[in-house]
């Protein structure tokens, strides 16, 4: 069994960044790509940011490009969020998960393990 846990998250005003953590348990980290995902009150969960298993090929939603990072140290077992810029629009519960595949992927059908969130609220 995976287990994903996340950290990092917090109130931040709107301009500030803050960085994510996600650690997980198991010994095939490496072999599967990461994601984040995030969901906002009365939103659907959406696609943030993903990461290949290597580390090579990034993805990010279009609201999101230029202002997040994506990264992750597979001997930490760790894949991290860099967010800069931050807008109240960012505002959710972000979520880390494992993809099916090591390849990225946006779809959350594809994801078979996630965390348990963390708050991310940016004040105006």
């Known amino acids: 069994q995976v287990q994903l846990v996340e950290s990092g998250g917090g109130l931040v005003q709107a301009g500030g960044s803050l960085r994510l953590s996600c650690a997980a348990s198991?010994?095939?980290?490496?072999?599967?790509?990461m994601g984040w995902f995030r969901q906002a009150p009365g939103k659907e969960r959406e696609f943030v940011a993903g990461i290949s298993r290597s580390g090579i090929i990034t993805d990010y939603t279009d609201s999101v490009k230029g202002r997040f990072t994506v990264s992750r140290d597979n001997a930490k077992n760790t894949v991290y969020l860099q967010m800069n810029s931050l807008k109240p629009e960012d505002t959710a519960v972000y979520y880390c998960a494992r993809a099916s595949t090591g390849w990225v992927i946006t779809t959350e059908t594809r994801y078979d393990y996630w965390g348990q969130g963390t708050q991310v609220t940016v004040s105006s």
């Open positions: 198991g010994r095939t980290f490496s072999n599967y790509a």
